[in-house]
RNA sequence: CGGGAUGUGGCGCAGUCAGGCAGCGCACCUGCUUUGGGAGCAGGGGGUCGGCGGUUCAAAUCCGCCCAUCCCGACCA
């Protein structure tokens, strides 16, 4: 193609509102427009590298033997209404209301619908079946922000297996395991499978696939000794011991007044490490208390998904004042009853414990957790901090921010119960079958690929998946010589299945220099008087800067090696 | 949903405090010169100043309401 005649509006100044990096370079190298909060328009550059990725997805899912289809958008509400998500999914559900009346919402995800083809299996011999599609998911998110890294409408590459039994489900989970590994080594990310959290999507088992970067929305704990990674959200922490303050045989009040922290409460002699953090919550409109250690974040996911809660919110200071009797900052669960009380294990075995009494401007101390406390639960509350000893191997964690560039979770039979999928097997018996469910946001894909390989320059995209392979600078395009042997460069790259760009744009070099390393083509051939008088040009790596003179007898061949390692390296 | 900020030409911004002809840089168009890392000179086009209402002789500027966008938090496959 001839950049001439192309529409890439690039800009020397990114948006004023463009924090992440993939955001500004996205939208400074014209790949991407925003049509309004979390809704971009795909450029023809940025649709080409989406097209891409969603290229390197496609053969990597076939390679599995996951079969492509394509399900509606815009669904009934009575298929979400069967499986209870109608309700569960909230306001992140886009609704409306067609002419007839009638509820109808956009797909967030499709397991509904696929359990729904399920039905036309009637035999185990039907099964195992994998099947995905590339298609457009709406959610209302509360914030879109980091240009394609969080939006409301977006291509998902979604894949679903259906298997007799968990021996199947197991063997259809790993092999998209395999395959998401081989496609985000194809994309150039170091993408790190971590356990995590299944929230909304319930099940038994899942894993992200996550790309450190500081434009990430979820904390990882990672372990350098011996592997061990799993989002903050599930991830757990030896408990470095500590050691008992001495105690008498009840716990005794003090005066405290006007402290209300953790922090104060420290300064006024008593250790987070020695203290119980009482924290009030609201789980489906039950007041519960949670107990941590003074030094120990409460994790919130934890908490729903070893409850099931649904709704789960602090609650506001008169009710707990109803209930305790004080305000947050004095209280404590010694002696309460009535309420539900989890406990993080840290809590276990600890006496000579500081917490507060229910009475504003006093506190306990002496308190032995099991003695004076009745605990309902012993429930890992606690979010893991960096630094912590690994609980496998005694390393310590390191606890780092990363982008969820892919999800896989084991489903289970919620979905096919719910909509009535049953299959005979062998011996003649009717069996439900169990469902695993697989997604990759391709725009997301693209823009961490942005945000992790790039420089002050502009964009580094990986061969395979770069909107152009090659771009043949013209430094002077009225020169005949070099035009007439970038035009044939052009048209034998071209015939070679290269996506070779030809700048003749009658421009400064230095702006076409800038723009080419700005849109991020991984290879240029800068063609001009000075080296043609010479019989070269010069051939220059964008990745690393690297430039060599090639001859003009070798440039195309040259380019083409070139060219091919690069794919070579994505696959 | 809570907190903070911002809306002036395609992009970046000044002007708002203290009301008085809507400006600057980049980009764009024309001409001349220039031509291997974001050229120079000259001329030119383009803006409901987010919207609605109010105050005033006069509103980008003051007042009220609304909307949009971004950031932090909550939330979130």
Redesign the pocket.
Same mark, same amino acid.
């Given at each position: 193609m001839r950049w001439s005649t192309l529409f890439i509006?690039?800009? *020397?100044? &990114?948006? &004023?509102?463009?924090? &992440?990096a993939s =955001?500004r370079l996205l939208v400074r190298g014209g790949f991407i427009r925003?049509l309004?909060?979390?809704h971009y328009s795909m450029l023809p550059l940025g649709w080409r590298v989406h097209r891409k990725v969603a290229e390197v997805i496609r053969q990597e899912m076939d390679a599995i033997g996951a079969q492509e289809l394509l399900l509606p958008a815009l669904h009934p509400a009575s298929v979400w209404q069967a499986s209870g998500r109608w309700e569960s999914m909230g306001d992140?559900m886009f609704r409306l209301v067609d002419r007839k009346g009638a509820d109808l919402a956009l797909g967030?995800? =499709?397991e509904e619908v696929i359990a729904l083809l399920g039905l036309e299996l009637s035999s185990y011999r039907d099964l195992p079946q994998m099947w995905y599609q590339i298609q457009t %998911?709406f959610?209302d998110? /509360?914030?879109? %922000?980091?240009g394609l890294l *969080?939006v409301r409408e977006f291509a998902?590459k979604?894949s679903y297996s259906i298997d007799l039994d968990d021996a199947g489900l197991d063997r259809s989970f790993d092999l998209h395991h395999h395959a998401y590994v081989r496609i985000f080594a194809r994309l150039g990310l170091d993408a790190v499978p971590v356990e995590a959290s299944s $929230?909304?999507?319930g099940g038994s088992a899942s894993i992200e696939f996550m790309v450190e970067s500081p434009a990430g929305?979820?904390d990882v704990a990672r372990c350098g000794g011996c592997g061990y990674a799993a989002n903050v959200e599930r991830a757990s922490a030896a408990t470095e011991s500590v050691e008992n303050r001495p105690a008498g045989d009840a716990p005794e009040p003090f005066p405290t007044p006007g402290i209300r922290t953790i922090a104060a409460l420290t300064e006024a002699g008593h250790p987070p490490e020695h203290q119980i953090k009482t924290l009030v919550y609201e789980a489906d409109g039950d007041l519960v208390l949670l107990l941590l250690r003074g030094d120990h974040p409460f994790l919130?996911?934890k908490f729903?998904d070893a409850t099931g809660v649904a709704d789960?919110?602090p609650a506001d200071a008169d009710r707990i004042r109803d209930a305790l009797g004080a305000s947050p900052g004095s209280l404590g669960a010694v002696g309460v009853d009535g309420f539900t009380i989890y406990a993080d294990p840290a809590l276990r075995g600890r006496s000579g414990m500081t917490t507060g009494a229910n009475e504003d401007d006093v506190h306990l101390h002496g308190v032995d957790v099991e003695r004076d406390v009745a605990v309902d639960h012993w429930l890992d509350l606690r979010g893991v901090l960096d630094g912590e000893p690994c609980a496998a191997c005694g390393e310590p964690l390191q606890v780092v921010r990363c982008i969820?560039a892919g =999800?896989i979770f084991k489903l289970g039979r919620r979905y096919a119960e719910a909509l009535g999928v049953s299959v005979l097997d062998a011996e003649g018996n009717a069996r439900t079958p169990t469902m695993g469910s697989y997604?990759i $946001?391709v725009g997301r894909a693209m823009a961490t690929v942005a945000e992790v390989l790039h420089d002050d &320059?502009g964009l580094c995209w990986p061969v395979g998946i770069a909107p152009y392979e090659v771009v043949l600078t013209v430094?002077?395009v009225?020169h005949e010589a070099s035009m007439e042997v970038a035009g044939r460069w052009h048209d034998e790259l071209a015939a070679a299945g290269v996506d070779v760009l030809l700048d003749d744009r009658d421009a400064? /070099? $230095?702006?076409k220099?800038?723009?080419a390393?700005?849109i991020g083509i991984p290879l240029r051939v800068?063609?001009? /008087? *000075? $080296?043609?008088d010479l019989g070269s040009?010069?051939f220059?790596r964008r990745a690393d800067g690297d430039t060599t003179e090639v001859t003009v007898d070798d440039l195309v061949a040259s380019v083409l090696d070139a060219v091919f390692d690069g794919r070579q390296l994505s696959r």
């Open positions: 509006p690039t800009l *020397r100044d &990114a948006p &004023a509102d463009a924090e &992440a =955001h925003q309004q909060s979390g992140e967030m995800t =499709h %998911k959610r998110e /509360p914030r879109p %922000k980091s *969080r998902m979604d $929230g909304a999507m929305e979820d919130e996911q729903v789960l919110r969820e =999800h997604g $946001g &320059a430094v002077k009225d400064r /070099p $230095g702006v220099f800038a723009d390393e700005l800068t063609i001009g /008087p *000075r $080296g043609l040009v010069e220059t």
